[in-house]
């Protein structure tokens, strides 16, 4: 069944610092997509960066970069030189592909980002 | 413009009501979603809409009353809720359901309490 697992609940970063985020996956679709969403404390979910199945090189988006790792299904999100406004809720997300339906995003359980100054 | 809206921002309303959200996109997407989310919990897939036509429904309940008028707008009829249907009501798009590299846009929810 296709799964995506966050096993980070919360962690702290010093602002200016890096910090990556932890995400695994389970499928056994060949084409998939994987995504990064961040979710402040008002609720819009904004879309981060993502990363094809196919995708040879590891996705960047300004101070976000995926480390994308197929063989140990991993799709870990790097923030470098964090700041305080990167305080939110982050999401790791797979498009899934249904027979006759189309695709469907699901989540990880998500992992809460708190920036220190 | 990547811009998802919905309305209302806030909405309390009685177990006994009748009420809609609404959501809108003007960015040319085809495929539309609606989503529920709890606090400090993932969002979880209600109904997808494609061409203006439903394409998923997760086994929601019949309170909950999907309506896609056109390509720009799609709305969620309530009716007779229960308490435990309070949440965050997050409305998303992408350009196609059927590829797996569109992202999907997301509004800023409706948050709604029902009592």
């Known amino acids: 069944a296709q799964k995506i697992t966050q096993t980070q609940p919360g962690m702290f970063v010093q602002e200016k610092e890096a910090v990556t985020l932890d995400c695994t996956y389970d499928?056994?679709?060949?084409?998939?997509?994987l995504f990064w969403y961040k979710q402040p404390s008002s609720g819009e979910m904004i879309f981060l960066i993502y990363q094809g199945s196919y995708d040879q090189q590891n996705a960047t988006e300004g101070r976000y970069s995926l480390n994308f790792q197929k063989a140990r299904k991993s799709a870990n999100l790097v923030i470098s030189a964090s700041q305080l406004g990167d305080s939110a809720m982050y999401f790791c997300?797979?498009?899934?592909?249904?027979?006759?339906?189309?695709?469907?995003?699901?989540f990880g359980q998500g992992t809460e980002l708190s920036v220190k100054p | 413009d990547t811009e998802v809206t919905q309305t209302p921002k806030h909405l309390v309303m009685g177990m006994t009501n009748k009420k809609s959200l609404k959501c809108e996109q003007h960015?040319?997407?085809?495929?539309m979603y609606w989503y529920k989310q709890k606090a400090k919990k993932p969002p979880e897939l209600m109904f997808v809409y494609s061409y203006e036509k439903l394409s998923i429904n997760e086994s929601v309940p019949s309170r909950f009353s999907p309506e896609c008028p056109n390509s720009s707008l799609l709305n969620l009829h309530l009716h007779a809720l229960q308490p435990e249907d309070s949440a965050l009501y997050l409305c998303a798009s992408s350009q196609d359901k059927s590829v797996p590299a569109y992202e999907q846009y997301f509004g800023p929810g409706t948050r709604l309490t029902v009592t």
């Open positions: 997300a797979m498009i899934v592909m249904i027979y006759n339906q189309g695709g469907k995003l699901i």
């Open positions: 499928t056994s679709d060949p084409s998939y997509g």
């Open positions: 960015m040319g997407h085809r495929a």
